[in-house]
């Protein structure tokens, strides 16, 4: 999947009024995603990794780094 270009046009202006989506966007792609990116106009932000372990460990680095209280899953695709 390296490689691959993922776009959202409504992204840059949610992410423009809401500044912290870019950083969790920022972060995961630092730690590991593939990709990371906003769905549809903004209700989920989510990100693609290789393998469910890796999903699951960069779940626990954003749990680190931002806390507890945001709704993740991992799901295969």
């Known amino acids: 999947m390296r490689g691959l270009n993922f776009y959202n046009s409504l992204e840059a202006p949610a992410l423009e ?29 989510f990100a693609i990794a290789d393998t469910k372990a890796a999903a699951e460990s960069l779940v626990e680095k954003f749990k680190s780094k931002f806390g507890k209280s945001c709704w993740i899953a991992v799901v295969a695709i």
Not at 17 to 36: D, I, S
């Open 17 to 45: 009024k809401y500044p912290v989506l870019a950083l969790f966007q920022e972060f995961l792609r630092a730690n590991g995603a593939l990709a990371a990116l906003m769905s549809g106009s903004g209700s989920t932000t």
